[in-house]
C-alpha cells in the first residue's frame, strides 16, 4: 500500500528526529518536502510529519518559494529533532531561528563577488 | 491547526544579509572531527548492507550505483558511479584537483559565526522545549483549562437538565389535551353512526311498509278469475288525439263534436299558459 508523503510512520520515543528535506519532483525538476523523519530512515523513507515544502526552482518573479509549518516546526525542534544544515538556513531566513552561518558566508562572497564585478567593469 | 508560513527567496536574497551582530559569550565548540568521523562510520555500514541486499535479490548489477558519496578508511571516495574495478580515467589520470583555500581571517570569522550559532540554538531550543512542557497535557496550565471545560460542561448538563424538565411540562399538558380531543372526537363520531344507524332502520321500515302496501293489491291465485272477467268487462282505451288548440280528446272512437266546448279537457301546458 502506498505510504502517505504527509507523514504518518511510525516512530520510537526516544530514537533521533530529523529535521530535513525529502526530495520529490521528477528528473530536472526537484521539490523538496520538509519533513520530521527518524534519522536512520533512508531519504525517501517514512515520514513522521510534513512540516513544509521547498521549492528550489526560482520561478517568474525570481522568487524561490518555501511554506513552512512554524508551529509543529518549533515544537518537534522542542522535542528535540535535529535540523539538517539546508532546512536550518531556511528556518534562519524564515526568522524562527537566528540566521544560520552559512546564509552570512554566501552574503559576503557574494557581495564580494559583485564587487570585482564592478571594479572589473570600471577599469575597462 | 496548520499555520503555514510562506517564505519568498530571493535570488539575490543572500546579498542583503547584514554582518553578523558579534556575541561577546563564546562557548568552546565540540570537537568537530569526532563527530565527522562517526558519520562515516554510520554510512559504510548503511552501504554493506545494502551490498548484502542487492546480492540477495539477484539484481543485474551487485553494486548499488544509486548510493550517495561516502568515502573509505577517510582517504578514499567511492561514488559508485562506476563498478569498483574500472580504473581512473586516462584523462584524469594526473590530474590535481586545486584546493579551496579559505582566508584566515574568514575561517576566525566562520568559527566566531558557528559558535554563537550554537549558543543561540541552544538557547531557542531550550525555550520551545519549556514551552512544550508548559503546553503539555498534564501541565498546570492544560489541567487549570481542563477543569474549567469539565465545570462548563457540568453546567450545560445541568441547563440541559432543566429545560428537559421545562419541556417535559410543557409536553404533558399538551398530550394530555391531545388525549382528551381525541376522546371528544371519539364521542362525536359515535353519535354519528348510532344517527346514521338509526336512520338507516327508519329507511328499512319504510321499505318494509310500503311493501306491505304494495303486497295487498296483488291478486292472489283464488281471485284470479274474478280479475279477468272484470278486465274483459271494463276495457280501457289508452288511444288519444291533441287538436291545435291543445285539446284533449281520448278514446278511439271518440269524435270532437260529441264533446261539449267547456267539458274538453286541455293539455297541462296549454292550460298553464292561459
Not at chain 2, 558579534?22 to 562515516?40: I, P
Not at chain 2, 441547563?159 to 389535551?177: D, S, T
Request: charged fraction near 25%; include cysteine; hydrophobic fraction near 40%.
Amino acid at each position: 500500500m502506498l505510504f502517505p508523503a504527509s507523514g504518518g510512520a511510525r516512530f520510537g520515543l526516544r530514537s533521533t528526529k530529523c529535521i530535513r528535506f525529502a526530495k520529490h519532483g521528477c528528473t530536472n525538476r526537484p521539490f523538496f518536502h520538509i519533513v520530521v523523519m527518524e534519522k536512520r530512515k533512508p531519504r525517501q523513507g517514512h515520514v513522521i510529519e510534513q512540516l513544509g515544502t521547498y521549492d528550489p526552482l526560482a520561478n517568474a518573479f525570481g522568487e524561490k518559494l518555501c511554506s513552512i509549518n512554524l508551529e509543529r516546526t518549533s515544537h518537534w525542534i522542542g522535542q528535540g529533532a535535529l535540523i539538517s544544515n539546508s532546512c536550518a538556513v531556511l528556518l534562519g531566513l524564515s526568522g524562527l531561528l537566528p540566521l544560520h552561518p552559512t546564509s552570512y558566508m554566501l552574503a559576503w562572497r557574494n557581495r564580494k563577488a559583485a564587487e570585482e564585478k564592478s571594479q572589473k567593469e570600471e577599469t575597462s | 491547526m496548520a499555520m503555514y508560513h510562506d517564505l519568498l527567496l530571493h535570488k539575490n536574497a543572500f546579498m542583503n544579509i547584514s554582518p553578523a551582530p558579534r556575541l561577546t559569550y563564546n562557548k568552546g565548540s565540540v570537537g568537530t572531527r569526532e563527530v565527522r568521523a562517526a558519520g562515516d562510520w554510520e554510512k559504510v555500514m548503511i552501504s554493506a548492507r545494502h551490498n548484502i541486499i542487492s546480492l540477495g535479490c539477484g539484481a543485474r548489477l551487485w553494486y548499488p550505483v544509486n548510493e550517495a558519496t561516502l568515502s573509505l578508511a577517510g582517504s578514499q571516495t567511492v561514488r559508485w558511479r562506476k563498478p569498483r574495478w574500472v580504473p581512473v580515467a586516462k584523462s584524469k589520470m594526473f590530474k590535481i584537483p586545486p584546493r579551496t583555500i579559505t582566508p584566515k581571517e574568514e575561517v576566525v570569522e566562520i568559527t566566531r559565526l558557528f559558535n554563537m550559532y550554537r549558543t543561540q540554538m541552544r538557547a531557542v531550543r531550550r525555550h520551545l522545549w519549556e514551552e512544550s512542557l508548559r503546553r503539555a497535557d498534564t501541565s498546570e496550565l492544560s489541567m487549570q483549562q481542563a477543569a474549567e471545560d469539565e465545570a462548563e460542561h457540568q453546567q450545560i448538563l445541568e441547563y440541559n437538565h432543566q429545560e428537559n424538565l421545562r419541556v417535559a411540562a410543557l409536553r404533558e399538558e399538551r398530550v394530555r389535551k391531545e388525549f382528551e380531543a381525541n376522546l371528544a372526537r371519539v364521542e362525536a363520531s359515535k353519535e354519528k353512526l348510532a344517527k346514521q344507524a338509526l336512520e338507516a332502520q327508519e329507511k328499512a321500515l319504510h321499505l318494509i311498509t310500503e311493501t306491505q302496501a304494495l303486497v295487498k293489491t296483488f291478486i292472489k291465485r283464488e281471485d284470479l278469475e274474478e280479475a279477468i272477467e272484470t278486465a274483459i268487462a271494463n276495457p280501457i282505451d289508452y288511444n288519444f288525439v291533441i287538436d291545435q288548440e291543445g285539446h284533449i280528446f281520448r278514446g278511439c272512437n271518440t269524435k270532437p263534436e260529441s264533446i261539449p266546448e267547456e267539458d274538453r279537457e286541455k293539455l297541462l301546458s296549454v292550460a298553464q299558459e292561459r
